[in-house]
């Protein structure tokens, strides 16, 4: 998703609540220049895991904001951990994952810890909007199982890898039998079949 940076569209994000988990100070007042610039008030500025944490504790958040932090990935960590506390609303609320550097392995950890999406840095207020509003389109379900919290992985629904089996409820079986119960009423078909009209 493209934004034209020459469009009069207007966005105002004045009543969300954001958590910025950011412990460069440089990275904290961009953060917080991007987003009060989308009209955003409730900033809560953490500079610490352990911050973060006790934030998502005490107040109803609708952005997480968090940067990977460093080699140690505390960033990743944090994330998991929201994802698990099962703190409602909180663990579901939309996570966008900042770093440094964005290699395959980086995007895949993202991924498996629950983020929505993983930004480089630096950072530009349109990319960080165009990833805001393609999380409040995109409509991916939210996943919860024994190994994994957060939204649906797969960004394109094409079913099930060919020769594996589906393990998800709404997955269909690789080979679709003949049917053993019919789909409609006898009733329903004669319904049907009385009101369209066949030119011959």
Same mark, same amino acid.
């Given at each position: 998703?493209?934004?034209?940076?020459?469009?009069?569209?207007?966005?105002?994000?004045?009543? @969300?609540?954001?958590?910025?988990?950011?412990?460069?100070?440089?990275?904290?007042?961009?953060?917080?220049?991007?987003?009060?610039?989308?009209?955003?008030?409730?900033?809560?500025?953490?500079?610490?895991?352990?911050? @973060? $944490?006790?934030?998502? $504790?005490?107040?109803?958040?609708?952005?997480?904001?968090?940067?990977?932090?460093?080699?140690?990935?505390?960033?990743?960590?944090?994330?998991?951990?929201?994802? $698990?506390?099962?703190?409602?609303?909180?663990?579901? @609320?939309?996570?966008?994952?900042?770093?440094?550097?964005?290699?395959?392995?980086?995007?895949?950890?993202?991924?498996?810890?629950?983020?929505?999406?993983?930004?480089?840095?630096?950072?530009?207020?349109?990319?960080?909007?165009?990833?805001?509003?393609?999380?409040?389109?995109?409509?991916?379900?939210?996943?919860?199982?024994?190994?994994?919290?957060?939204?649906?992985?797969?960004?394109?629904?094409?079913?099930?890898?060919?020769?594996?089996?589906?393990?998800?409820?709404?997955?269909?079986?690789?080979?679709?039998?003949? @049917?053993?119960?019919?789909?409609?009423? $006898?009733?329903?078909?004669?319904?049907?079949?009385?009101?369209?009209?066949?030119?011959?």
């Amino acid at each position: 998703m493209g934004l034209n940076p020459e469009s009069r569209a207007r966005f105002n994000l004045e009543r @969300a609540s954001v958590l910025l988990l950011e412990d460069s100070t440089m990275g904290m007042s961009i953060l917080v220049q991007i987003l009060t610039g989308f009209g955003v008030k409730t900033l809560h500025r953490c500079e610490s895991v352990e911050e @973060a $944490q006790t934030t998502v $504790q005490k107040v109803e958040l609708d952005l997480v904001i968090a940067d990977a932090l460093g080699a140690g990935g505390e960033g990743y960590d944090f994330i998991k951990w929201l994802r $698990q506390s099962r703190i409602e609303p909180n663990c579901f @609320a939309p996570v966008l994952l900042t770093a440094g550097h964005t290699p395959r392995d980086a995007v895949s950890k993202a991924r498996d810890c629950g983020a929505h999406f993983i930004m480089a840095k630096p950072l530009t207020p349109i990319t960080v909007l165009e990833r805001i509003l393609w999380i409040s389109k995109e409509g991916r379900r939210f996943v919860e199982c024994d190994t994994y919290m957060g939204p649906d992985r797969r960004f394109k629904n094409e079913g099930v890898p060919p020769g594996t089996v589906g393990r998800r409820r709404d997955d269909l079986p690789p080979v679709v039998g003949e @049917a053993e119960t019919p789909n409609m009423e $006898q009733d329903v078909i004669d319904g049907l079949m009385k009101t369209r009209r066949v030119e011959l």
